[in-house]
């Protein structure tokens, strides 16, 4: 028999409802033809990665010197280390050594480290609502408590409602900047808001929250917008990332945490990484593509043709009537669930779906009575799509 708490969360209708979403598209694919279902499920990025990285996979998988498969350092290959250290040092404009990364399965991985290396039973983890769905499981894998805070009506950070749930239980803030769902921005004036106020409370209580910044998306902005550097806002942050996103390499799973360096017990919280990628079985990052990114991690990624499937799928939504909020970064749009629904966004996807239509309801990210939609598709999908969107809303008239 599995744990009751497992079979709760496994069955419920918000725990995999962008997986579910995916899994029924594959069918109605079979059923109907590719070219007949509009699939905006699954942040699956449709980006061949770039002819660098494919160059740097020619190169490892010639490599078939004694050991190149072996064991390595749990925390990665000592240069891979340093070459993501260059890599974050360039982001955040100051001094990043190897010794404060950690090479990791995927930004999954490293989030769930950095949990189990920080929390204490009951302990717990503020985030603004929306947020990526699967946070709520990571954090309870770990004996925590996710609670989440609402962002203002344009989602952009409610500095304001943060601290007043800030408490003697607080070990961390988790923000995801660009967003999923949202594609918000969180600007460098709120995280500098933000530092001030954990600041503050961690003067007032004897324990100052780590801030923890979800970066997958860092690279994919819009309309000249960039994202914050935190390392220069708050000295108790920590970066936690992957290539999934931004080099097109979701399924390699490789990514990294980064501890900045200011933080006063930065060892202690790289070693407690370290030990938790080591317990929690994943033991060190794959080997190949560790050696692939030290040699790729910069190759350039032309992002516009992102934001041209943005640009096209929001005007097919507004010549369908449906109100979205405008992304800054990353590759959703979240979308208003229409008044007819009274918020009920589960209801409003399955209504989309007897169009051919498939979007991931809000509820499941903290978002009741919106729903994402996933541009990382093809620019003849989001075309295609437009007599399926008008005609979906003009049934509800």
Known sequence: MIAPHIKKMMTDKNASAIRKMFEEGIALKKQFGDDNVFDFSLGNPDLDPPEEVVAAIQEEAKNVSHGCHGYMPNAGYPFVRDAIADKIQKEQGIPVLGQNVVMTVGAASALNCVLKAILSPEDEILVPAPFFAEYRHYVRNHGGVLVEVPTKADFSLDVEAIKSRLSEKTAAVLINSPNNPTGRIYSRKDIESLAAALCEHGKNCGRLPYLICDEPYRAITYDGA??????????????????????????????????????????????????????????????????????????????????????????????????YSKPEGAFYLFCKVPEQFADDDGAFCEHLKKHLILGAPGAGFGGKGWFRLAYCVSEKTIINSEKAFVAAMEDLK
């Open 226 to 323: 960039t994202v914050a550097p935190v390392f220069q806002i708050y000295e108790a942050s920590i970066i936690v990332s992957s290539f999934a996103k931004d080099l097109s390499l979701p399924g390699e799973r490789i990514g990294y945490i980064a501890v900045n360096p200011k933080c006063a017990d930065a060892a202690d919280v790289v070693a407690g990484a370290i030990f938790a990628l080591r317990i929690l079985g994943c033991v060190n990052a794959p080997a190949f593509f560790q050696k692939v990114i030290a040699k790729s991690w910069n190759a350039p990624v032309d992002y516009s043709r992102y934001k041209k499937r943005r640009d096209l799928l929001m005007a097919v939504l507004d010549k369908a009537g449906i109100k």
